[in-house]
């Protein structure tokens, strides 16, 4: 019986038939009690996909995917393409790679931006995968809190013709927000703004001195660690 081909990192004994029984002891459900900080990339997704056959599964899905990041990027549509995940495998996994996220939040009281990094840390997690530009809305109180969540407004490449200002501003103004700050990403990684990026900048500052809503910062984000305010750079701030 052909093999799944061997990945780097993943142990042999996870390249056995599906006939072959896998002993308890190397049982990702098993392992994942025991010593889960020690378990393997295919061992954590197993246990997440579950199934009668989850380690098979889970070598699928990084050999179609390629890596964890990848598999992070991936719709559930996407990951359901893969033999062997069904609809409550992928829906298992996209709930644990939220939790993921959003355990890099501070818990407790309110978050307060005193900087670009203090904002580049909420986001990055939320744009980091994404394939595509995507435009997110941070609100904030008079202190400079964050109110909720951070708010998608819109996907696709920046453009002053494209974004509607109302959209950007329409969260804020329901919950009487003070302040907000814009963020999207770059997919090349590089985050250095584009002139479209400006221009964008320039109209959401003026958008919120007539709705009395202050732009506090725009935030381009590339890989991880990267990010650039163009407040810093004042770039649309005039």
Same mark, same amino acid.
């Given at each position: 019986?052909?093999?799944? $081909?061997?990945?780097?990192?993943?142990? $042999?004994?996870?390249?056995?038939? $599906?006939?072959?029984?896998?002993?308890?002891?190397?049982?990702?459900?098993?392992?994942?009690?025991?010593?889960?900080?020690?378990?393997?990339?295919?061992?954590?997704?197993?246990?997440?996909?579950?199934?009668?056959?989850?380690?098979?599964?889970?070598?699928? @899905?990084?050999?179609?995917?390629?890596?964890?990041?990848?598999?992070?990027?991936?719709?559930?549509?996407? &990951?359901?393409?893969?033999?062997?995940?069904?609809?409550?495998?992928?829906?298992? &996994?996209?709930?644990?790679?939220? +939790?993921?996220?959003? @355990?890099?939040?501070?818990?407790?009281?309110?978050?307060? +931006?005193?900087? $670009?990094?203090?904002?580049?840390?909420?986001?990055?997690?939320?744009?980091?995968?994404?394939?595509?530009?995507?435009? !997110?809305?941070?609100?904030?109180?008079?202190?400079?809190?964050?109110?909720?969540?951070?708010?998608?407004? !819109?996907?696709?490449?920046?453009?002053?013709?494209?974004?509607?200002?109302?959209?950007?501003?329409?969260?804020?103004?329901?919950?009487?927000?003070?302040?907000?700050?814009?963020?999207?990403?770059?997919?090349?990684?590089?985050?250095?703004?584009?002139?479209?990026?400006?221009?964008?900048?320039?109209? *959401?500052?003026?958008?919120?001195?007539? @709705?009395?809503?202050? @732009? *506090?910062?725009?935030?381009?984000?590339?890989?991880?660690?990267?990010?650039?305010?163009?407040?810093?750079?004042?770039?649309?701030?005039?």
């Amino acid at each position: 019986m052909s093999q799944l $081909p061997l990945l780097p990192g993943v142990s $042999p004994v996870y390249q056995r038939s $599906p006939l072959q029984p896998v002993p308890l002891r190397d049982q990702p459900g098993y392992r994942v009690l025991t010593d889960c900080a020690a378990c393997s990339s295919v061992e954590l997704l197993a246990v997440m996909v579950g199934g009668s056959q989850p380690l098979d599964v889970a070598l699928r @899905l990084l050999t179609h995917f390629g890596s964890l990041h990848s598999v992070a990027r991936a719709t559930a549509a996407e &990951l359901m393409q893969v033999k062997g995940v069904g609809q409550l495998g992928a829906t298992r &996994l996209k709930a644990a790679l939220e +939790i993921s996220r959003r @355990l890099l939040a501070p818990e407790g009281e309110r978050r307060q +931006i005193n900087s $670009p990094g203090d904002a580049a840390a909420i986001l990055q997690p939320i744009l980091m995968h994404l394939d595509q530009e995507y435009l !997110y809305v941070l609100l904030l109180d008079t202190r400079n809190r964050v109110i909720r969540e951070p708010i998608q407004v !819109y996907h696709g490449s920046l453009n002053t013709s494209l974004i509607r200002v109302g959209e950007v501003f329409r969260d804020a103004v329901r919950v009487n927000a003070a302040a907000i700050i814009v963020s999207h990403n770059h997919p090349s990684g590089d985050p250095s703004p584009s002139p479209e990026d400006v221009a964008v900048t320039r109209s *959401l500052v003026e958008a919120g001195k007539l @709705l009395d809503i202050q @732009l *506090l910062d725009h935030l381009i984000l590339g890989t991880v660690g990267r990010h650039v305010s163009l407040k810093e750079r004042g770039l649309g701030f005039a």
